[in-house]
């Protein structure tokens, strides 16, 4: 067919599709209330409260996402996120301890003390407004979205989700889950997908790559090839988006209790370079110490937030860029002959420099991760005096643990993780610390001191008889 011809042709089909109605909505698949697990003793009081509250007023209201996700699996949700048709306006008047929160999504926050209840308003698919002229939808021309507030029905709210186990709604009319999207068989089968086209979904938010890591991580599901295949050629995307957004995407990743398993996750979708590059080619060169260093590390952050045990972010950087300051120390001490404490001061700052090129690192994060660093080469080299200093440090704990860590992953520090968890023990006591350690004193024996020059200085007017 000529090209004028099959113009025409696209002309005319096109002009006949717009004579018929639109394809009708997607039925769900519906579990009846006898047919699921979830049940209301297991959903937070204020999230029934607001459902309650639209549902009487005559709205939609939906218990949505990771909440219903994660009842239907056995577990108690962290968060329970509420979908409704009306708007954030609406929302608002109805609860007077409301808020609305948000540019690039508007979003009404109900607040009980505090607990917050997040309330979305159904989204509707780009496609159903004029990107061009719509004002609540706002994208870049790599067509990654900065706004998007266009309303529409719950049908269109499902596939405007990320993964489709994350588009399970918990309708309280009825109390029956819907499924849009195939979620439930997903859920049987431990897979996570990407709704819609992956390479669009990704275009649009870069981040999904890494929501792809955490929530497989997290659910201990495998990440559907098709939602795995265009992350190599979308990754670089992930420059792009502001250090801050992926600090707070580390931390998700990692300090919420699936530590571990988001690095081999991240690993294995090759997105770790966009956060930690230089760990990320310490891995990729098959450095056993910095792998057993992670794994270990790792290990613990996940153990210590299984026992309800505090994590810093600070102690968690220290680990991951530590390959990256112990090797420009190494540099600084080989090349230019600066000692091992002011070898890895240099370093620790340029290694923390550097880091805000891909993640945020804020200075009450930055400053102790400094601190642990700085410290290890001075224990290392402890004496009685100098012990006695820091063992009133802030920081020593952290620093020890650290020190640990480096042994268990294979260094030869052995020796200083034994004398200085005596040495504290001793201190929190009332003792001074051990005796140095043959090897420690031979190792460490104090210089000679200086001798002045032309003797002792005489004050004005003094004889030197």
């Not at 949700?77 to 306006?89: L, R, V």
């Not at 601190?371 to 290392?380: A, N, R, S, T, V």
């Not at 006695?388 to 920081?395: A, D, F, I, V, Y």
Request: glycine share 6%.
């Amino acid at each position: 067919m000529p090209r004028s011809e099959a113009a025409a042709a696209a002309t005319a089909c096109d002009a006949a599709d717009d004579t018929h109605p639109p394809a009708p909505a997607p039925a769900p698949r519906a579990l009846a209330r006898d047919q699921h697990s979830i049940s209301r003793k297991n959903i937070n009081r204020n999230a029934l409260k607001v459902l309650y509250r639209l549902h009487k007023d005559g709205y939609q209201a939906h218990l949505v996402g990771g909440g219903v996700r994660d009842l239907l699996l056995g577990r108690q949700p962290k968060d329970f996120d509420i979908a409704t048709d009306a708007t954030p306006e609406q929302v608002r008047a109805l609860f007077r301890n409301c808020r609305l929160i948000g540019r690039r999504f508007r979003l009404a926050h109900v607040v009980f003390g505090r607990d917050v209840v997040e309330v979305a308003t159904f989204r509707a698919d780009h496609s159903s407004a004029d990107d061009e002229d719509d004002a609540d939808v706002v994208r870049q021309d790599d067509g990654r979205i900065l706004r998007d507030n266009v309303f529409g029905t719950i049908e269109e709210d499902a596939f405007r989700r990320d993964f489709t186990v994350n588009a399970l709604y918990y309708d309280i009319s009825r109390f029956a889950v819907l499924d849009y999207t195939g979620a439930l068989a997903d859920l049987e089968a431990k897979r996570l997908r990407l709704i819609g086209d992956p390479e669009a979904r990704y275009r649009e938010d870069p981040v999904r790559m890494l929501r792809a890591a955490r929530f497989a991580a997290k659910l201990g599901f495998d990440v559907d090839p098709a939602t795995a295949a265009p992350i190599v050629e979308c990754g670089p995307l992930l420059r792009d988006i502001p250090p801050s957004r992926l600090f707070d995407e580390v931390l998700k990743l990692f300090v919420t209790g699936h530590a571990r398993a988001s690095l081999e996750h991240l690993l294995r979708l090759d997105l770790l370079q966009y956060l930690f590059p230089g760990a990320d080619a310490a891995l990729k060169a098959g450095d056993a110490g910095v792998t057993a260093l992670f794994e270990r590390a790792l290990e613990n952050t996940d153990r210590r937030l299984a026992d309800d045990k505090p994590v810093t972010p600070a102690f968690l950087y220290a680990v991951l860029l530590w390959p990256v300051a112990l090797a420009r120390a190494n540099e600084l001490r080989d090349r230019e002959g600066e000692s091992p404490v002011m070898a890895m001061q240099r370093a620790g700052a340029e290694a923390a420099d550097g880091q805000q090129a891909y993640t945020a690192l804020p200075k009450r994060f930055s400053g102790p991760m400094r601190e642990i660093w700085l410290l290890q080469p001075k224990l290392e080299r402890y004496r009685g005096k100098r012990a006695k200093r820091l063992l009133t440090h802030p920081r020593l704990r952290a620093a020890w643990d650290f020190l640990c860590l480096r042994r268990d992953a294979g260094e030869d520090v052995g020796e200083y993780c034994d004398w200085w968890q005596r040495a504290m023990e001793a201190h929190a006591q009332g003792d001074a610390p051990p005796a140095e350690s043959a090897a420690g004193a031979a190792q460490q024996a104090p210089r000679n001191k200086r001798r002045r020059r032309g003797g002792r200085r005489r004050r004005s007017g003094q004889s030197g008889e």
